[in-house]
């Protein structure tokens, strides 16, 4: 792999870690989420539209499958967030970050195993195995023999089960997109996903009779929504470009030290606990995930 294309992936997965602080942060997750990418959207507006020009796309149209596959993307980025934000309601960023990251790359060897019958190697199940356990560490308090038995009970708890939804989210998400981008260009498809989910969020709240929220979000927390819209499409494009340097595998595994970055950021800035067998957990979740990336 290229250096460039490491340096790119790396500072794009803390980017997305760090995004994360801000979302757990919030009192009103949803909101919060749907106004930052409101922001995405206007901002980048200007972009999209140079960029499309300087491909020589302005007058391409995209064609209707392409439509349905942003449609979908931007429908399955609705319930990853609402899913996620249920998640950070009441577990701990150090947890919920990586359980997230963790069961998505899972998922989509299920998912392949399952519609496309491929064929599950030793490697990869391997990798399925240390990456269940590095859940499973994650959610202990200590390596006492008293507290061993304590994530099974976590694992019937609301966070670790909206976590895992949101896992399956990202993988259906992926397996989506891998087939978007044969047909539409890495930033324009980015974008229209971006702008479809930002509607179906701003709806969500309509439904909800929460529009107002947007309005308080971006009255007292003007500063963290700048930071999420900028810097979450800055984090997106970043590993766009690390893939024209380099293959998908080695750059999806790459990014996955978001996990660890994760772990981190949540115990120096949320001063979330256990934070020795929570990144001790991160790193064997890590090296599962390279696992199942190299099987």
Not at 77 to 82: D, M, T
Not at 285 to 294: E, K, N, Q, T
């Amino acid at each position: 792999m290229p250096l460039t294309a490491l340096l790119l992936v790396l500072v794009s997965a803390f980017l997305q870690a760090a995004l994360n602080v801000l979302i757990k942060g919030s009192g009103r997750k949803v909101a919060f989420v749907a106004s930052a990418n409101l922001i995405s959207v206007v901002l980048y507006l200007p972009l999209f539209l140079w960029g499309r020009n300087l491909l020589g796309e302005e007058g391409l149209p995209i064609s209707l499958w392409s439509w349905i596959g942003v449609l979908a993307c931007g429908a399955v980025g609705l319930v990853y967030y609402l899913f996620i934000t249920k998640a950070y309601d009441n577990g701990d960023l150090s947890v919920v970050f990586p359980v997230t990251r963790s069961f998505g790359p899972i998922f989509i060897l299920i998912f392949a195993l399952i519609l496309l019958s491929e064929k599950v190697s030793y490697l990869g199940l391997l990798g399925i195995l240390v990456t269940i356990f590095g859940s499973y560490v994650i959610h202990l308090p200590s390596f006492r023999l008293s507290h061993l038995s304590l994530p099974f009970r976590a694992f019937k708890s609301r966070p670790f089960l909206f976590s895992v939804g949101a896992g399956a989210c990202t993988a259906t998400y992926s397996l989506i997109n891998k087939k978007n981008l044969e047909a539409v260009e890495p930033f324009t498809l980015y974008y229209l996903i971006i702008a479809c989910m930002t509607l179906d969020l701003v709806a969500v709240l309509l439904l909800k009779r929460k529009s107002g929220q947007i309005k308080e979000e971006f009255r007292e927390n003007l500063k963290g929504l700048l930071l999420m819209g900028i810097f979450g499409f800055i984090s997106a494009a970043l590993f766009l470009y690390a893939l024209q340097m380099s293959k998908v595998s080695y750059l999806g595994s790459a990014r996955n030290v978001s996990i660890v970055f994760g772990v981190i950021l949540g115990n120096l800035f949320l001063q979330e606990g256990y934070g020795k067998i929570r990144l001790f957990a991160s790193l064997l979740i890590l090296f599962g995930i390279f696992l199942i990336s190299v099987s």
